[in-house]
């Protein structure tokens, strides 16, 4: 969902100057999964810049207000919610956390990280949801340890149908500063693109997975 179109177009244009994300229809990416991709994201390259950095920082900021209301924790989702979500806290004057991808091997073995209560009204920070499950594996951690997930808000998302979905079953409504269709609707306007690779781009997200350049 996105709460703010002039916003998440903004914010497409900060991902594409900084080429934190990369559009490249005829000369695609392979994914880990195998998937061929016309779309490159790597969202950890705002940090770099620090007034991109800012700006999504005060968007994310003002938005989970709008969005969630009274929030008492933010979570961010390791690792590309770890950085972020600190801001995000520090711009609320919240208290921070993060939720690892499996529990420690060692030690305490802590799956999350930082001091949260039962009961916490609690915000999770994405960088990316490209199928959710890594995003909603940290939600279940939390709510496993009786915490109150509101939701969780990200950067950027592909808007697969798959992923909305299984955030409608996991009942975790969720936000994004910008997402696909914002970003090549950007894109075609700055001629960053062509019509032939608008084609192209929409076509990969209708079925990514027997996609074909």
């Known amino acids: 969902m996105i709460l703010n179109r002039d916003k998440a177009l903004k914010v497409a244009d900060f991902l594409l100057q900084i080429k934190a994300v990369k559009l490249q229809p005829s000369n695609p990416f392979t994914w880990a999964s195998g998937i061929k991709s016309p779309i490159y994201c790597d969202n950890r390259k705002t940090l770099s810049y620090p007034l991109i950095r800012t700006a999504i920082r005060q ?6 207000t709008e969005a969630f209301g009274n929030v008492e924790v933010i979570a961010g989702v390791a690792t590309g919610g770890i950085a972020i979500g600190a801001l995000v806290a520090e711009e609320l004057g919240l208290p921070f956390i993060y939720v690892r991808s499996a529990a420690k091997g060692h030690g305490l073995e802590n799956m999350i990280e ?30 496993t340890i009786g915490c109150n997930v509101l939701g969780l808000a990200a950067i950027f998302s592909y808007g697969f149908d798959d992923a909305k979905k299984s955030f409608v079953e996991a009942i975790c409504p969720y936000f994004t500063l910008s997402d696909y269709d914002h970003l090549i609707e950007h894109a ?3 001629n960053y693109i062509t019509e032939k690779d608008l084609e192209s781009l929409r076509s990969w997200k ?8």
Do not use: C, H, M, Y
């Not at 968007?59 to 989970?64: A, C, N």
């Not at 209708?206 to 350049?213: E, F, I, L, Y």
């Open 59 to 64: 968007t994310f900021s003002e938005q989970i």
């Open 114 to 143: 930082g001091d949260v209560q039962s009961g916490q009204r609690i915000v999770v920070i994405e960088d990316l949801i490209s199928t959710g499950g890594s995003s909603l594996k940290a939600v279940e951690a939390l709510r």
């Open 188 to 190: 075609i306007t700055t």
């Open 206 to 213: 209708t079925n990514p997975q027997n996609w074909k350049p």
